[in-house]
Protein backbone atom coordinates (compact mmCIF):
# COMPACT_ATOMS: atom_id res chain seq x y z
CA UNK A 1 0.00 0.00 0.00
CA UNK A 2 1.21 3.38 -0.95
CA UNK A 3 0.65 6.13 1.58
CA UNK A 4 2.08 9.19 0.72
CA UNK A 5 2.98 11.47 4.21
CA UNK A 6 3.47 15.33 3.78
CA UNK A 7 5.21 17.56 5.90
CA UNK A 8 6.55 21.29 6.18
CA UNK A 9 3.26 22.90 6.70
CA UNK A 10 2.86 26.07 9.36
CA UNK A 11 1.94 29.28 10.12
CA UNK A 12 3.71 32.15 7.96
CA UNK A 13 3.95 35.63 7.42
CA UNK A 14 2.71 37.02 4.12
CA UNK A 15 5.98 37.38 1.86
CA UNK A 16 7.23 34.24 3.33
CA UNK A 17 8.29 31.15 1.99
CA UNK A 18 7.63 27.37 2.86
CA UNK A 19 8.97 23.83 1.62
CA UNK A 20 6.46 21.03 1.57
CA UNK A 21 7.33 17.96 1.32
CA UNK A 22 5.63 14.45 0.50
CA UNK A 23 7.27 10.93 0.82
CA UNK A 24 5.69 8.01 -0.41
CA UNK A 25 6.93 4.50 0.03
CA UNK A 26 6.62 2.13 -2.76
CA UNK A 27 8.18 1.16 -6.15
CA UNK A 28 5.83 2.78 -8.04
CA UNK A 29 7.14 6.37 -6.86
CA UNK A 30 9.48 6.88 -10.21
CA UNK A 31 6.83 6.13 -12.26
CA UNK A 32 4.31 8.01 -10.93
CA UNK A 33 3.24 11.46 -11.63
CA UNK A 34 3.39 13.75 -8.37
CA UNK A 35 0.98 16.57 -7.35
CA UNK A 36 0.18 18.96 -5.15
CA UNK A 37 -3.72 19.98 -4.55
CA UNK A 38 -5.08 22.23 -1.83
CA UNK A 39 -8.34 22.98 -0.71
CA UNK A 40 -9.20 26.05 1.44
CA UNK A 41 -12.13 26.41 3.90
CA UNK A 42 -15.52 26.34 1.55
CA UNK A 43 -13.93 26.20 -1.46
CA UNK A 44 -13.30 23.01 -3.36
CA UNK A 45 -9.89 21.23 -4.15
CA UNK A 46 -7.86 22.65 -6.77
CA UNK A 47 -4.62 21.60 -8.58
CA UNK A 48 -2.15 23.49 -7.20
CA UNK A 49 1.64 21.84 -9.26
CA UNK A 50 2.22 18.49 -11.30
CA UNK A 51 5.64 17.03 -11.90
CA UNK A 52 5.77 14.10 -14.14
CA UNK A 53 8.65 11.11 -14.14
CA UNK A 54 10.08 12.94 -17.39
CA UNK A 55 10.03 15.88 -14.92
CA UNK A 56 7.82 17.79 -16.98
CA UNK A 57 5.70 20.24 -14.55
CA UNK A 58 2.82 22.24 -14.35
CA UNK A 59 1.09 24.99 -12.15
CA UNK A 60 -2.02 26.45 -11.73
CA UNK A 61 -2.15 30.49 -12.87
CA UNK A 62 -2.29 31.67 -9.44
CA UNK A 63 1.22 30.41 -8.07
CA UNK A 64 3.41 30.80 -11.55
CA UNK A 65 6.56 32.06 -10.58
CA UNK A 66 5.98 32.46 -6.50
CA UNK A 67 5.99 27.82 -6.31
CA UNK A 68 8.03 25.63 -7.69
CA UNK A 69 7.87 21.73 -7.49
CA UNK A 70 10.23 18.99 -7.85
CA UNK A 71 11.14 15.68 -6.99
CA UNK A 72 13.94 13.25 -5.84
CA UNK A 73 13.06 9.48 -7.03
CA UNK A 74 16.21 8.24 -5.05
CA UNK A 75 14.21 9.44 -1.85
CA UNK A 76 10.33 8.60 -2.96
CA UNK A 77 9.94 12.49 -2.18
CA UNK A 78 8.43 15.55 -3.87
CA UNK A 79 8.63 18.92 -2.60
CA UNK A 80 7.04 22.52 -2.85
CA UNK A 81 9.13 25.00 -2.79
CA UNK A 82 6.72 28.02 -1.74
CA UNK A 83 7.72 31.60 -1.99
CA UNK A 84 5.80 35.47 -1.51
CA UNK A 85 2.95 33.02 0.00
CA UNK A 86 0.01 35.70 -0.01
CA UNK A 87 -3.35 35.18 2.40
CA UNK A 88 -5.38 33.44 -0.22
CA UNK A 89 -3.25 30.27 -0.13
CA UNK A 90 -4.07 29.56 3.16
CA UNK A 91 -5.25 26.24 2.69
CA UNK A 92 -4.81 22.47 3.62
CA UNK A 93 -2.64 20.83 0.72
CA UNK A 94 -2.33 17.67 -0.42
CA UNK A 95 -0.09 15.18 -2.32
CA UNK A 96 -1.59 13.18 -5.09
CA UNK A 97 0.24 10.34 -6.55
CA UNK A 98 -0.90 8.69 -9.88
CA UNK A 99 -0.50 5.94 -12.37
CA UNK A 100 -2.34 4.77 -15.02
CA UNK A 101 -3.72 2.30 -12.88
CA UNK A 102 -3.20 3.31 -9.23
CA UNK A 103 -4.23 7.18 -7.01
CA UNK A 104 -3.30 7.97 -3.97
CA UNK A 105 -3.62 11.20 -1.40
CA UNK A 106 -1.73 11.57 1.94
CA UNK A 107 -3.86 13.58 4.44
CA UNK A 108 -2.60 16.76 4.59
CA UNK A 109 -0.84 19.67 5.82
CA UNK A 110 -2.18 22.90 7.01
CA UNK A 111 -0.80 26.22 5.93
CA UNK A 112 -1.85 29.42 7.14
CA UNK A 113 -0.23 32.72 5.82
CA UNK A 114 -1.21 35.63 7.99
CA UNK A 115 0.43 38.14 10.03
Known amino acids: QVQPVESGGGLVQPGGSLRLSCAAS????????MGWYRQAPGKERELVAQ???????NYAESVKGRFTISRDNAKNTVYLQMNSLKPEDTAVYYC?????????WGKGTLVTVSS
Open 96 to 104: NLFTLSEDY
Open 51 to 57: ITNGGNT
Open 26 to 33: GSIFSIAT
